[in-house]
């Protein structure tokens, strides 16, 4: 056949039959008794082990992010694009904290996603709901358009994050928080152009402070620094987070029933509490 070298073909075809029978053979691996529950079609029956998890964190270290987005990072602004791998060392161990208490919460009481924690510590579906679909929302941007989509996922982390060591955010004024931090977030992400690929808007997620602007006051007039959208729009969003919250508890507004108990943050594998798998 012309145009075709035989030696790629023959790699990838040998590559294309064994990822088939691996999947194949892993149906039927470590398979569950039913696949009526979220648990096996979202978390694999929880029976990844550490082996396995290494794998999946190494998939979700190299994805686009790596491949598409740092690669045009650099191309467009240079140096500046090497962040990524000090980023990526002092975050995971970061990261990290916070998943053990998520994971040990999670498999005592049955949480498949993030927002099942948010409904279950605060009993809130809203916030649930917000929580479900900034995380969906965030996934196409943050392929698309380098860093933005982290900018928006960041703005649940109070819910999340926070609401895995205290439950002293009021939940409408976590809502309240997330609305100011998406708003402002959207609309500095807005303003930043990008003139090296030829965009007016939406070029970048990186805001030099001198842009900064507080309802007219720009506090760091003159200054070249630049920072992350993400981490300026949080700051708004824990603010105001923090100021409903105490305006609430002044006000006495009630809150919803936390479903959660001290002792599930602090759960293992093996613990005889522990909720059985796939139980409706």
């Given at each position: 056949m012309s145009g075709i070298n035989a030696t790629e073909m023959l790699v990838f075809l040998l590559l294309f039959v064994f990822v088939a029978v691996m999947g194949f053979m892993a149906a039927r691996w470590k398979s569950g008794d039913t696949m009526d529950h979220l648990d096996e079609w979202g978390l694999g029956g929880r029976k990844f082990g550490g082996w396995i998890t290494w794998f999946l964190v190494g998939g979700d270290l190299y994805t686009a992010?790596?491949?598409?987005a740092v690669p045009a990072l650099?191309?467009?602004s240079g140096a500046i694009g090497f962040f990524a791998l000090p980023y990526t060392v002092v975050l995971y161990p970061i990261v990290f904290l916070p998943v053990?208490?998520?994971w040990s919460v999670s498999r005592s009481d049955g949480y498949v996603t993030p927002a099942d924690f948010v409904r279950g510590r605060y009993s809130s579906p809203t916030l649930a709901l917000i929580v479900a679909?900034?995380?969906i929302v965030a996934t196409m941007p943050y392929i698309a358009l380098q860093l933005i989509g982290g900018v928006i996922i960041l703005q649940t982390l109070p819910a999340v994050a926070i609401a895995l060591y205290t439950r002293w955010l009021h939940s409408k004024a976590l809502i309240a928080g997330w609305v100011v931090g998406m708003a402002w977030a959207l609309y500095l992400l807005w303003t930043i152009p990008n003139p090296a690929i030829?965009?007016?808007?939406?070029?970048g997620s990186a805001l030099t402070l001198s842009q900064l602007s507080i309802v007219g006051w720009h506090p760091f007039a003159g200054s070249t620094v630049q920072i992350y959208v993400g981490v300026v729009a949080l700051a708004a969003n824990l603010l105001v987070a923090v100021l409903v919250t105490i305006a609430l508890r002044l006000?006495?507004?009630?809150?919803?029933r936390d479903a959660t108990q001290g002792a599930d943050y602090h759960a293992d594998e093996g613990d005889p509490a522990l909720r059985p798998i796939a139980v409706h």
């Open positions: 992010y790596t491949f598409v650099m191309y467009a053990l208490r998520l679909i900034t995380g030829g965009k007016e808007y939406f070029g006000a006495e507004v009630g809150d919803g």
